[in-house]
């Protein structure tokens, strides 16, 4: 894997970014704080900075923190899968997320413990972002009866009722209209809970798909469809694979709303998220949303990173977008974090990854008893 991809979320930007839409980074702050000056106690200089607006986008500095600290770990946890997997302690198939952390994110952050969500197999760092205990997401990976799928369901199939996360699907798009069945139940109960629906941009040429966005549509269910558009199903390029890229005309053709969103940019997730859950709730309407990504790693760990579909440079020009670097930038520049702050963070990151690797590493594999167990469910509890 590259270096350049693992380190990527603690590099100092040299320059200041522009924001998607051209604005300023960070918000003007009307709260009377004005400039203060302050010893930056890693550097031993005096600084000079704005104290931390109270609010971007909405958000609070509290959770700008918690932001990049999920999507920290999400970082960290999956360069060790990586390593694991590497040294043989994960098997089968492994997909990382590395580079759409934004997405997991900013979605998660905006839904209530009791909503719903359901993904495809580059599931990992999306169970991490809704929660998901790192050791039982790490110990399910290695096989582990400790994991949460029992270890018998591997990276493809993480799965955990307690925080409402229905899996975890290795077959493209076949959990789409399971998603729509969520939207159903949820209104057949008259709860006002919301399902979201995570899927790549390959999915979306699947009928089960259409199929699903069709019946969530005509009857009004609260289902958020999250088309993740990283560029690249496989080794196919979108441009090879689909006659019309335009994601909102399928939103159209189903008489549902659509909407594109930067989806490097965490704050631009939130902000889509905060329409969408709003529609599902309050009309029961579902929405589809393109949520424009990329991925630093080849399509499973068993593909190469670059040099076959996509060009070194390709990769190097989007890591320059780095969702964990925009965030890091927009809160160095409000002045609420300094360098060592976010080594800090890094640092407690990390340390739950190696103590997600221990767990597992050190858990039983399931008892040969329970190769038999799990296959039907028990309707008679
Ligand atoms: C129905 C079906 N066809 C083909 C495959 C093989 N396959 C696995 S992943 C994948 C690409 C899917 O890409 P996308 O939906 O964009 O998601 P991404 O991997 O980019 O996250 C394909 C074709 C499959 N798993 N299921």
Redesign the pocket.
């Given at each position: 894997m590259s270096t350049e991809a693992k380190r990527a979320p603690v590099q100092k930007r040299k320059e200041k970014p522009a924001s998607s839409d051209g604005q300023e980074n960070v918000a003007p702050t009307d709260d009377g704080n004005g400039p203060t000056t302050e010893k930056d106690p890693e550097m031993g200089t005096v600084i000079e900075k704005e104290s931390a607006p109270a609010n971007i986008a909405g958000t609070t500095p509290e959770l700008r923190r918690d932001l990049l600290h999920s999507m920290l770990l999400q970082r960290r946890f999956e360069e060790r899968c990586a390593e694991a997997y590497a040294l043989g302690k994960i098997g089968g198939f492994c997909?990382l997320y590395i580079g759409q952390e934004a997405i997991s994110t900013g979605v998660m952050s905006m839904i209530r413990p009791d909503d719903y969500v359901i993904t495809?197999?580059?599931d990992h760092a999306q169970a991490l972002a809704r929660g998901v205990s790192p050791r039982a997401i790490m110990a399910e990976l290695f096989g582990r009866d400790t994991g949460c799928s029992g270890g018998k369901g591997g990276s493809m199939h993480i799965f955990d009722a307690h925080t409402n996360f229905l899996g975890g699907h290795?077959?493209?798009?076949?959990h789409v209209p399971i998603a729509a069945g969520v939207g159903f139940a949820i209104k057949y109960r008259r709860g006002n809970q919301v399902c979201i629906c995570f899927?790549?941009?390959?999915?979306v040429n699947?009928g089960a798909f259409h199929e699903a966005l069709n019946m969530a549509s005509l009857w009004d269910l609260p289902v958020i469809f999250i088309m993740?558009n990283?560029r690249?199903?496989?080794g196919t390029a979108i441009s090879r694979s689909t006659a019309n890229e335009d994601a909102i005309v399928r939103a159209n053709g189903y008489r549902m709303e659509g909407e594109t969103v930067d989806g490097q940019d965490v704050f631009a997730v939130r902000e889509c998220m905060a329409r969408a859950i709003e529609r599902a709730r309050k009309e029961k309407r579902p929405t589809l949303i393109e949520m424009k990504t990329y991925?630093y790693m080849g399509?499973s760990m068993s593909d190469a990173v670059s040099g076959t579909y996509r060009t070194k440079d390709e990769l190097e020009e989007n890591m320059k977008r780095d969702p964990i670097l925009l965030l890091h930038n927009k809160m160095f520049e409000a002045g609420e974090l300094t360098e060592g702050e976010m080594h800090k963070l890094d640092d407690e990151a990390k340390a739950i990854a190696q103590d997600a690797w221990d767990y597992a590493d050190s858990s039983p594999e399931p008892p040969l008893e329970k190769l038999h167990t799990d296959i039907y469910t028990d309707t008679t509890s």
């Open positions: 997909h495809a197999y580059r290795g077959i493209v798009g076949s899927f790549g941009e390959a999915a699947i993740e990283n690249y199903g496989m991925r399509h």
